[in-house]
């Protein structure tokens, strides 16, 4: 069964950076999608980031681009988020998730499974 | 303000059935399959339904989701206690190249 661990959360002032890592136990991470979503303490989802198979097509939220970089390592079944440059609005629980494999769409992908997040938290 | 529309609360006694609905537009849910995810207090999401009406493996039958145009419904039979969980739909969508999530139901059991 796969399972992903999400760890680096921590609390950080605004401006500043950290960098999230999602570890994949399985032995099949390079041939899937990955993502990063998040939720505000008592608050809904919000995706943040996509990386395909590959890393041929990356994807973000408004809310973040510019700022966040997604990127991974197939070596070491590992996903990665840099965030630079932190907001008060960016504290939330991070997940990664795993989308669908290198021969699906990402628009037709569902996340499964998930990690059990890493909080995030900023403030000054 | 989610992209995806889905009601705050929904809430049902044991045995009843409910829906939870999530609206949305041409650019999402009218041009990509929608995936419904269960959310337990404390815990990470999981998949319930994907591509409109798939059910994962373990998943009971008393759920099932269905899409028309640019809605979709998770229909819940036959409610019981441990079904009580935030529900959220979820879809790509192609204006903005993302997904995008609803804001989530809080079902209740009675």
């Known amino acids: 069964e796969v399972q992903l661990v999400e760890s680096g959360g921590g609390l950080v002032k605004p401006g500043e950076s950290l960098r999230l890592s999602c570890a994949d136990s399985?032995?099949?991470?390079?041939?899937?999608?990955m993502n990063w979503v998040r939720q505000t303490p008592g608050k809904g989802l919000e995706w943040v980031s996509c990386?395909?198979?590959?890393?041929?097509?990356?994807y973000y939220a408004d809310s973040v681009k510019g700022r966040f970089t997604v990127s991974r390592d197939d070596g070491k079944n590992s996903l990665y988020l840099q965030m630079n440059n932190l907001r008060d609005e960016d504290t939330a629980v991070y997940y990664c998730?795993?989308?669908?494999?290198?021969?699906?769409?990402?628009?037709?992908?569902?996340?499964?499974?998930w990690g059990q997040g890493t909080l995030v938290t900023v403030s000054s | 303000q989610s992209v995806l529309t889905q009601p705050p609360s929904a809430s049902g006694t044991p045995g009843q059935g409910v829906t939870i609905s999530c609206s949305g537009s041409?650019?999402?849910?009218?041009?990509?399959?929608v995936n419904w995810y269960q959310q337990f207090p404390g815990t990470a999401p999981k998949l319930l339904i994907y591509?409109?009406?798939g059910r994962p493996s373990g998943v009971p039958d008393r759920f099932s989701g269905s899409k028309s145009g640019t809605s979709a419904s998770l229909a819940i039979s036959g409610l019981q206690s441990e079904d009580e969980a935030d529900f959220y739909c979820?879809?790509?969508?192609?204006?903005?190249?993302?997904?995008?999530f609803g804001g989530g139901t809080k079902l209740t059991v009675l």
């Open positions: 998730a795993r989308g669908g494999d290198f021969k699906t769409q990402i628009r037709d992908n569902w996340l499964d499974p």
């Open positions: 399985g032995s099949t991470f390079s041939s899937y999608n």
């Open positions: 990386i395909s198979s590959g890393s041929a097509y990356i």
């Open positions: 041409s650019s999402n849910i009218g041009s990509n399959p």
């Open positions: 591509s409109n009406n």
């Open positions: 979820a879809a790509w969508d192609e204006r903005l190249s993302g997904l995008v």
